[in-house]
């Protein structure tokens, strides 16, 4: 059941140069000896490719290219599990990975999953383990809310986000774990939402929805290379981890009609990175979170060291990139680069409101396109929905340092939106190098109230007159007129 082989590489090369006759003429020896070395680096540079494995003789029972990233190699059919789309395999899925917690003083275990549909109940995963999804692997999330585990809610939350009490677990969960990776040849995990966004709409559910995958207080995790889909609720959530590389997925659900199904949702982690992926789902693409009002605030764990570089975003319903609204732990030092947002509501969004608290600091926007976008950035301050009646109107978040550099794009209605308040004045705006094509021949399309900050070079449209401008060299050209200038259009 577990396969335990020997590890291959560097030892093997070892235990062959032994095999070396030392009376060689000396040309030959050399000779042997180099082609030994251009071999190994060959072979350890290529480590994980199976076929070079192969030559050197080693049967390991894997198939194909099914790359071995830990010592210790499990199979899920080993486990009985069925692949039909029918048979429910939460035992199998359960049994593997207790074996490989059980692996832990030997590195952990890997677990793969073959091509086949494997239908399963939510599971837990486990410390020092790789779920590997082989090409065409599918695993499938039962939609029959009766095998869905109930949790207490998020402390930071005081509610399950749609209900009070419990709610759903998630289909793939951890808790307290160190150092696991969820990778493949772009298997897929499938949450099959449909049946749970129609029983959300109709309001049949007693419970908020579980994410398709859920990781807390955790640190060392890696997802790369699989896609995740249909989530019933938001679809990757990790809360209150760190050193987390979130690299190569693609996340997709039906743009419209699949409620809350967010791409990513780091919620209070630090360290944490997201690079080179696809996201077009039913909500927010990427919303970065920190708790929610009186909860979030005693709570009190922020986010921050984000970097999110290189990622692809589509939302109908909402923004490709948020921070907020839940954010009343705090969120700083956040690098957003390369991002590219199509065929979207809006660009990137903080939303906050009275109540929240916290504060959103040091938000670094570098080189953003925004392609058929009805609103590019905006800022929020009164995105009034709160737990309940026990929040603190007093509880201002602060906003201060939002950069943008290097935005560009075509077939925006309004390039940016950012209204601040009297309570929730937005200061330290910083835009660089900003040129945005129009869809909407109207005066007003850069609204501002209640922002402070600096313009500098060339910005396109013409920025409101909040803002102080500054040439390319930084030179001071003209002070704002009205900080508090308000000039809001919410009608397009
Ligand atoms: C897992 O086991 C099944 C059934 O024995 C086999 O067909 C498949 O090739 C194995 N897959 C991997 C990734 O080891
Ligand atoms: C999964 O983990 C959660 C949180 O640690 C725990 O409450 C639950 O009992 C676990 N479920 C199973 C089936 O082990
Ligand atoms: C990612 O998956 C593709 C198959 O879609 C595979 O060819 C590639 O080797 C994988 N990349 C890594 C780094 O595993
Ligand atoms: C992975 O699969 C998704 C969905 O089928 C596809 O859109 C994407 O292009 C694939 N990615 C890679 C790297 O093959
Ligand atoms: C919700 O609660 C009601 C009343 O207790 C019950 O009849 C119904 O079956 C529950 N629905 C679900 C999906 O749990
Ligand atoms: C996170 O990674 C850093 C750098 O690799 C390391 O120093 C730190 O111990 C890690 N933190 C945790 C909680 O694992
Ligand atoms: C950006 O991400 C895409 C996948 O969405 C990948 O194909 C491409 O190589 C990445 N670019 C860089 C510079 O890493
Ligand atoms: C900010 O976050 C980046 C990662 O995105 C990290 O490298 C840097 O050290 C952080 N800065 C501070 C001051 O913590
Ligand atoms: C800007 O980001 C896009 C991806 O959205 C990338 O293709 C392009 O190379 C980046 N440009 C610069 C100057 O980094
Ligand atoms: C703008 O409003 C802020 C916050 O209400 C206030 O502190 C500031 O003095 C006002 N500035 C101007 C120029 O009126």
Not at 9 to 25: D, E, H, N, S
Not at 99 to 104: F, H
Not at 293 to 317: E, F, H, K, M, W
Request: charged share 20%.
């Amino acid at each position: 059941m577990v396969e335990i082989s020997p590890p291959c590489g560097r030892l093997q090369f070892l235990q062959q140069r032994r095999w070396l006759p030392v009376t060689l003429p000396y040309p030959l020896t050399v000779f042997i000896g180099m082609w030994i070395l251009v071999f190994c680096s060959i072979f350890l540079w290529q480590k994980n490719s199976f076929d070079v494995v192969r030559l050197f003789g080693h049967t390991a029972p894997m198939e194909g290219s099914v790359p071995r990233l830990r010592q210790m190699v499990l199979n899920l059919s080993d486990f009985g599990a069925v692949g039909d789309g029918r048979t429910l395999n939460t035992k199998a899925f359960e049994s593997a990975v207790a074996a490989i917690s059980r692996l832990r003083g030997k590195g952990g275990g890997q677990l793969n999953v073959p091509a086949g549909r494997w239908l399963t109940a939510p599971f837990n995963l486990t410390s020092h383990m790789t779920l590997f999804l082989a090409e065409g692997a599918i695993i499938l999330g039962i939609q029959d809310e009766n095998y869905w585990p109930l949790m207490p809610p998020l402390p930071s939350y005081g509610y399950g986000r749609e209900h009070i009490g419990p709610r759903y677990g998630s289909l793939i969960h951890g808790q307290h774990l160190k150092d696991v990776v969820i990778t493949g040849h772009n298997g897929t995990i499938d949450g099959q939402g449909q049946l749970w966004w129609i029983k959300y709409r109709k309001k049949l559910l007693n419970y908020t929805r579980g994410p398709l995958l859920q990781i807390m207080w955790s640190s060392d995790i890696v997802i790369s290379n699989i896609t995740l889909r249909d989530s019933p609720f938001w679809t990757i959530h990790p809360y209150d981890c760190k050193n987390v590389t979130l690299s190569s997925l693609t996340i997709l659900a039906p743009v419209t009609g699949a409620p809350n199904t967010d791409g990513i949702d780091p919620d209070s982690c630090e360290n944490m990175v997201i690079e080179n992926s696809f996201i077009c789902v039913g909500d927010d693409g990427i919303a970065i979170k920190s708790g929610w009002d009186q909860y979030g605030i005693a709570y009190g764990r922020p986010s921050t060291n984000i970097l999110i570089r290189n990622v692809t975003l589509r939302s109908v319903v909402s923004a490709g990139l948020s921070i907020g609204s839940e954010m009343s732990g705090g969120v700083s030092n956040i690098t957003i680069e390369d991002i590219h947002v199509w065929e979207s509501r809006r660009g990137v969004r903080i939303k906050t409101a009275p109540g929240r608290g916290g504060y959103v600091r040091g938000v670094s926007c570098r080189n953003l396109t925004l392609d058929n976008v009805r609103v590019g950035i905006v800022v929020k301050t009164d995105y009034n929905e709160h737990p309940d009646a026990g929040y603190d109107p007093r509880a201002l978040p602060v906003i201060n340092g939002l950069s943008f550099v290097g935005v560009h794009g075509r077939g925006v209605r309004v390039p940016v939106r950012i209204s601040g308040s009297d309570e929730i004045p937005v200061r330290g705006v910083t835009l660089r190098d900003m040129s945005v094509g129009i869809s909407y021949k109207k005066k007003h399309i850069f609204q501002c109230s209640y922002v402070e900050g600096r313009v500098f070079g060339s910005v396109f449209p013409e920025p409101c007159e909040n803002f102080d401008r500054y040439d390319e060299q930084g030179r001071l050209v003209k002070l704002s007129t009205n900080q508090n200038a308000t000039d809001i259009d919410y009608g397009f």
